[in-house]
């Protein structure tokens, strides 16, 4: 399988005289677009308003404003690095800041410059030229002034005109009521010195008193001029909506065109901002912008979204979760109308991209029990998440466990289900009348999920804490979960009926080591309470309940929180019992147990409907939900803060406010919420997000066909991919690659300017460093590798953010090598294959040029940390449909990324991969179909057999000249000259495991007892079969039994039969048979006693009475006589398992040579089922392990045609015979020689000997 | 005879000893066990390290070539061959000649290492 080289290209490998040359790119698995960005430097001021150009001599220049005062950042003429240089110091305008700028190229290469200065008073525009790298060639100098009681300036922007610049720019005329805004425009020469007086453009149909701001000017190659520019195209008091418009000029900016609207944001969720123009060397351009979002939102007909067959896709919502760690939202859906609250789904949503990434449902895969949808009844209760974790409880207290990283779920089923096909799978507890409901919590530092269960019935008014070990598998035997206890069942602090019909909610402090569990009340005469334990001991630690602590609300709080000793809780009024003062929200401090109570401010009303709290912002506030919105109350200062439709443009699509859960992330001010949870909930059912503070932003970018002299508008995408830019500015260089700058708004509000450019994929050769290798290493079954190192290592360091190249070898990136052959003047090239960036290395030092060192691999050298859980079970599949599902599913590679061959030895697999790695997943396939993976130099991956009897590949031995060394060597073989394969088939054998106690029974005989029998099933489900049993007597009825001992006789005790079907035996018990005596005894004791009775003479009377009690002794001791048994039952379990095969292939040759000392090596296969196949992997291993002992090494003349698996053919360097060589490793080098040194262009090989 | 220059400075005396001045061929020959390989990597300039030499120069001169060194940066080198080079100062050193006062007039065995980043025209 050598690679088929171009004709040209091979003739010249084959020759004498070469011309090496080597090529080296950077590229990306990812897609350019969306911008991630790169930072400039890591200050701390703020960075605003880039406003950026090419220049004609390749740099790239951008104005931007720092501290008020104006900048220019630049690069050299090949864009390699930044630099940055003030243009302009604000001490020179005493008072006044820079606040905007813009710029373009003049006819002499300088740079015009003209910038809004402002003071507390005054607005200025200056204009000012500078060179292209920031030397100031003419100062600043003022344009007009704008007194801001009058007027106030804004975003200005300049291009080119038939007779010099245009410059466009908001001008606000605050002296007009209401405001007037205007968009204006002056005219300069070509010296851009003279400016000609301000007039306004007309924009017809754009009313007055609307904002119109942010104009960008462009003049394209056919000379019409087009200003875009945002405007705010419809408010309703406070909601405000802006989309992009445009005018053009055919005139250089005399009249315009009707203004047409370039975006169409419809709603108040979000708005376009702040275009900015390029235009490519074809003529066609991209308008990119800001889309200014108040609110994210994801409902059902967002791509993702999943729902199960015959289920409703309403996106009702039960319960949100925010994971900081990965930066993902878990929503649970459910609580469909017409399915009383069926788990329906389960989305994860990336925060970062706003994309559903997974969605669960019942019939997915994984999925759950069918009890948990329609017609099951089995309602979702609550749901608590955690790192990878989420846990839901249905009222039937059933929990699904999900593992979004590994997409598992475990069911944990505390009773048995006939109906749903399931059975109890805990231990450890049984389920009672004060299970009835139950609350969970995931602490994932402890891997703990807590259960509160918690009762409502007046006989069972009860709590409990337990947990399960969720890292914790299942018993293999028993296959149950076991459920360990923390708080014993304890009573309410009520007594008798009177938290009859309530709710609870439950609360962990992990911090201050308490557990809070709040129960409210519902109906009359119920009383609530919230009870505080210590988590670590169970130890009860506060109850608050009306009847101990008189300032507590008779019904309880609910939702409630604990921080810092203080509980926070909701309130919900009802009247009747004095407790007026009672609403909202209560805080208790529990060291004086004082009772306080703050009403939210939003409203004034009984209830507030707060739940969900939080205690957020590092202790400094309490989130809730409620009826007004997401409620903020400050801790601190005691005030309140809303947000909701009132504030939050576009929060929902109606005016109602309600929102009963939400998530929050803390470093953000992101809050998910919605409010969407009851049934038939008529109101927007979109989830959603929105930010406290900042804004989530993101660049877009329209691109436009040039057709006809008009341009076709395409549609929008996303510019960036992270939220909280602004004022971005984007330029086309001469080869197309489009370069952005923004300003970006970390979560402290910070702003800091951001680069990025497409096409990143820089040929990097140049910079390789002569008298260094380039090395490229292939060795079947290792992952490929690339090696080299360059000069320059201060563009390529990644921790040099000034430059531009410092991106290129981060880890992950792409390495394309190349090699080929200069032939007659042109290059020929040959792919060498993609590696992926593993590690870089410099060392700076005075002495020293800076080289980097860079080592990559090929893809799949990331695939020994990929986890694989657990892999479809697959039964009777072909190969190529496995790797089709390992490689899309697993590796995440496409279709045109990997070719599996059709395999000679190929059969259909029965297999499933459980808790392994991907690189071992593909090490079984490769053992056993005797193939190596191998990436190969086109970039896809593919598996080549090792074919020892393949056909010589490349035949040298009249090329004598290629081969610079040889060199036998079989250090690392081994004696080895015998394989054995081992695998299990598909049929199943009965086999009996070894004799253990299946069960016990124990109890009593008495007098009444002849015989009994007992039926002795060796499981609790009747289903375990066990062979063989044996009764092993612990305690026999003869031992010491008044039974035997008093009277004698002998009792008996045997298995006196087993079931058909082995699930049970019959032990029988015979005892001596005393009934005759108790009668006996009973009617000496009739008849003594009658003649006692009717006795005249002592004597006689004597006797008789005598004789009566001595039967009515005789009889007690009869009938109290009893006997204890106690008995094990031992036998030998029956199991199936599967039929082992094995076969076994020799070295004969080797084993002769020992003496007939076999020396052998065993190993399982799990992908054999029979002799053959067996058979078929040890005759591979014995060819491969015969082959390693005739191993030798040689360089030769690289050739680019070779690579591993071939078989090339050699002439022995001295006896000149032919060599076949099996082509095991191969390791390419070029090296560019100094001037005076050594160059390199060779194959190193280790082969095996054929 | 052209008078050489450097950067701004055009030398008051030519050196009295130069290397010569043509592109390298980057050869590498691989001897292998039947015979003999050539690789040749192309032809350049670039790299090239060019010693220029005076026995004797005036103090004057010795200063301007310091401060040449001293600008660190990339220099025009026109040798008067035709060509012009973009080059580095890679070394300039040189001896008293009679004595180190500031008042003496010349300076012996001055050697400049230059060495050419590419063919400027």
Known sequence: MSVTLDATLKSALDGLNHHPICKIVSTSLASDIPFDGQLFNSQTADETDPDMLVHSTGRLASTFVRSGDLYLMYSDEARTTWYEVRIFDNAGISGFSVINASLIELSNANIGVVFLA????????????????????????????????????????????ATGFLLAYKYRDVAASPDNYYLYKRTCNTSFASWSSASSITLTGLISTRDKDHPELFRNQAGAIYLFF?????????????????????????????????????????????????????????????????????????????????????????????IASSNKVYIVGGAAA?????????????????????????????????????????????????????????????????????????EYHLQSSALYGYTK???????????????????????????????????????????????????????????????????????????????????????????????????????????????????????????????????????????????????????GYGQEERRGLCLINMSSDTITFERPTVATVNDYGLADLRVVDSGINILMASYYGVLFYSIVDKTWNVFNNDNVQGMFTDAEDFVPRLAYNESTGMVFTSHCY???????????????????????????????????????????????????????????????????????????????????????????????????????????????????????????????????????????????????????????GQFVVCATRVDYRRTAHPVIEIESEDRSVMWSEMMVTATTGYRNAALSDIMDD??????GLTVADYSIPSLTNGHTLYIQWIDTDLAAIIEDICQHFGVFAHWQVDGTWTLVPIDLDAAV???????????????????????????????????????????????????????????????????????????????????????????????????????????????YCIVKIEAPNRAIYAFAFAAAIAGFGAAALYCEVRFYCGVSIMLTNLALSAFIQVVTAVANFKYDIWGQPIGHEKQTYQATADDTELQQQLGGQVVSQHFNDALSYTVAHCQMVADQEIAVVSAQRNRITFDKVAHLQDEIGDIIKISHPISSQAVDVFVAKLKRSFVRPPIGGQGQFSDGIEGWRL | MATMSLGTYTFAHNPSDMTMLKPRRIIHPAETIGGVEFFSFGVFYAGQKVTVKWNYCPVAVWLELVSLEDDDASKVFTPGDGHTYNVQILSLNGEYFADTDTGATWRKNVEMVLMIESLAS
């Open chain 1, 678 to 832: 009851l049934q038939s909930y008529p109101y927007d059912k979109n989830f959603i997000a929105f930010v406290t503070t900042g804004n989530m932003s993101l660049g877009k970018y329209i691109p436009a066909t040039l057709s006809g002299g008009s341009y076709s508008f395409g549609t929008e995408s996303d510019l960036h991919l992270y939220r909280g830019g602004e004022n971005l500015t984007i330029a086309y260089d001469a080869n197309n690659v489009l370069w952005n700058i923004w300003t970006q708004v970390d979560t402290s509000l910070e702003k800091s300017l951001m680069w990025d450019r497409d096409n990143f994929n820089p040929d990097i050769s140049d910079y390789i460093l002569a008298g260094s290798a380039v090395t490229l290493n292939w060795e079947v079954g290792k992952t490929a590798k690339a090696s080299f190192t360059l000069s320059r290592a201060d563009l390529f360091d990644v921790s040099n953010s000034m430059s531009i190249y410092a991106p290129i070898f981060k880890k992950g990136r792409i390495v394309e090598v190349s090699l080929g052959e200069t032939i007659g003047g042109v290059d020929y090239w040959q792919a060498q």
């Open chain 1, 230 to 322: 945002d405007y705010l195209d419809d408010y309703v008091d406070p909601n405000e909506r802006r989309n992009i418009f445009y005018v053009i000029s055919s005139d250089e900016g005399a009249t315009w065109t009707i203004p047409a609207a370039l975006t169409s944001y419809g709603d108040f969720s979000a708005s376009a901002v702040s275009p900015s123009v390029s235009e490519k060397t074809n003529g066609d351009i991209v308008i990119a912008y800001h889309a200014q979002i108040s609110v994210l939102k994801i409902g059902s007909s967002t791509t993702g979204y999943c729902t199960s067959s015959g289920e409703t896709t309403d996106n009702h919502i039960t319960d949100i979760f925010y």
């Open chain 1, 425 to 575: 799978n805990v231990s450890g507890f049984t389920l009672g009348v004060y299970h009835d409901y139950c609350q969970i919590y995931l602490d994932a530092t402890t891997d703990r999920l807590y259960l509160f269960f918690h009762g409502e019935y007046a006989t069972a008014e009860k709590y409990q804490l337990c947990w399960i070990d969720i890292t914790e598998t299942a018993d293999p035997i028993t296959g149950l979960y076991t459920i360990h206890e923390l708080i014993a069942p304890t009573y309410y602090p009520t007594g008798g009926s009177i938290a009859y019909d309530h709710d609870a909610t439950i609360h962990f402090n992990l911090t201050e080591d308490k557990v809070v569990f709040s129960v409210r009340g519902w109906t009359a005469g119920a009383k609530g309470f919230v009870r505080v334990h210590v988590l670590s001991t169970g130890s009860l630690y506060k109850t608050y309940i009306i009847d101990t602590n008189v300032g507590f609300p008779r019904r309880g709080i609910m939702w409630t929180v604990l921080h810092n000793d203080m509980l926070y809780g909701n309130v919900e009024y009802e009247s």
């Open chain 1, 886 to 891: 390992i490689l899309q599913d697993i590796a």
């Open chain 1, 338 to 410: 017409t399915n009383t609250d069926a788990l329906l789904r389960v989305l994860v949503i990336d925060v970062a991209t706003w994309t559903i990434e997974k969605c669960y449902k019942q019939d997915g895969s994984p999925g759950w029990n069918a009890r948990w949808s329609s017609d099951g009844m089995n309602y979702t209760q609550q749901a608590t998440a955690a790192g990878d974790y989420l846990a839901i409880i249905s009222k039937s207290r059933d929990i699904i466990l999900i593992n979004t990283q590994t997409d598992t779920i475990v």
């Open chain 1, 953 to 1063: 590949a490349h035949d040298y031995t009249t090329a004598q000249s290629k081969i610079l060394n040889f060199g036998p060597d079989d250090r690392y073989s081994s004696f080895i000259n015998q394989i054995r394969v081992i695998c299990e088939g598909q049929d199943f054998l009965e086999v009996l495991w070894d004799e253990e106690r299946i069960t016990q029974l124990s109890g009593v005989v008495g007098f009444w007892t002849k015989q009994e029998t007992h039926t002795v099933y060796y499981s609790d489900d009747r289903a375990r079969t066990v062979r063989y049993p044996r009764l092993d007597i612990i305690q026999s009825i003869n031992d010491f039994s008044p039974l035997i001992s008093l009277l004698g006789g002998q009792g008996d005790e045997y298995i006196q039969s087993t079931a058909e079907d082995e699930t």
């Open chain 1, 118 to 161: 402002r003071s507390a008073t005054y607005d200025r525009l200056y204009s000012m030229i500078i060179g292209p790298i920031g030397t100031v060639v003419s100062a600043a100098s003022q344009i007009v002034q704008e007194t801001l009681t009058s007027v106030s300036l804004g975003a200005l922007s300049l291009c080119e005109t």
